[in-house]
Antibody, heavy 119, light 107 residues
Framework: QITLKESGPTLMTPTQTLTLTCTFSGFSLSTTGVGVGWIRQPPGKALEWFAHIYWNDEKQYSPSLKSRLTITKDTSKNQVVVTMTNIDPADTGTYYC???????????WGQGTLVTVSS | EIVLTQSPATLSLSPGERATLSCRASQSVSSYVGWYQQKPGQAPRLLIYDVSNRATGIPARFSGSGSGTDFTLTISNLEPEDFAVYYCHHRSNWPLTFGGGTKVEIK
């Protein structure tokens, strides 16, 4: 059974750097084809994919956020970490990580973690 | 970037009725479209992948169709647990994108 869980700060101040961790079980990020993605959702709004990492360390970023993002993996800890610099109130929302193999779909998802950015 | 436009934004229906949700892509996404269901306070759940394949455990009342740029999610005979928000999503190329969502609410 694959499970994922996001963790990170719940409240942040503008201009800070957000660090989110996805801790997973039921698969290994050293297995060919395996990947983990990050998707966020502002309150009451739609889903937005923004970062992805594969077993071979291939990384993909949303063009609109690319300059602010870094995604890494720690295979030994079964974790994926994403950092977002220069955080803004517009970055407030629920952040999800999800399992996604190559040429496949986000399934399953973590429960999500709410991040609020406010001065 | 491929933009996915969902319509309508809200669909008001009664249990037992049929729901038809639309998703239009700004350019062809071939058959690389999926649908997710999201209930309040929950993470999205994969319903349909590659246009018309039901994910594990998804009831047969959920079906998908379409090709190229126009796709449809149909929920026949709405059950009380089907009232939720539905998102289409493509994996045709990077960046991955989602539609704006359709809320299916109880009339």
């Amino acid at each position: 059974q694959i499970t994922l869980k996001e963790s990170g700060p719940t409240l942040m101040t503008p201009t800070q750097t957000l660090t989110l961790t996805c801790t997973f079980s039921g698969f290994s990020l050293s297995t060919t084809g395996v990947g983990v993605g990050w998707i966020r959702q502002p309150p009451g709004k739609a889903l937005e994919w923004f970062a992805h990492i594969y077993w071979n360390d291939e990384k993909q970023y949303s063009p609109s956020l690319k300059s602010r993002l870094t995604i890494t993996k720690d295979t030994s800890k079964n974790q994926v970490v994403v950092t977002m610099t220069n955080i803004d109130p517009a970055d407030t929302g629920t952040y999800y990580c999800a399992y996604r193999r190559q040429a496949s779909w986000f399934d399953p998802w973590g429960q999500g973690t709410l991040v609020t950015v406010s001065s | 970037e491929i933009v996915l436009t969902q319509s309508p934004a809200t669909l008001s229906l009664s249990p037992g009725e049929r729901a038809t949700l639309s998703c239009r892509a700004s350019q062809s996404v071939s058959s690389y479209v999926g649908w997710y269901q999201q209930k309040p306070g929950q993470a999205p759940r994969l319903l349909i992948y590659d246009v018309s394949n039901r994910a594990t455990g998804i009831p047969a009342r959920f079906s998908g169709s379409g090709s190229g740029t126009d796709f449809t999610l149909t929920i026949s005979n709405l059950e009380p647990e089907d009232f939720a928000v539905y998102y289409c999503h493509h994996r045709s190329n990077w960046p991955l994108t989602f539609g704006g969502g359709t809320k299916v609410e109880i009339k």
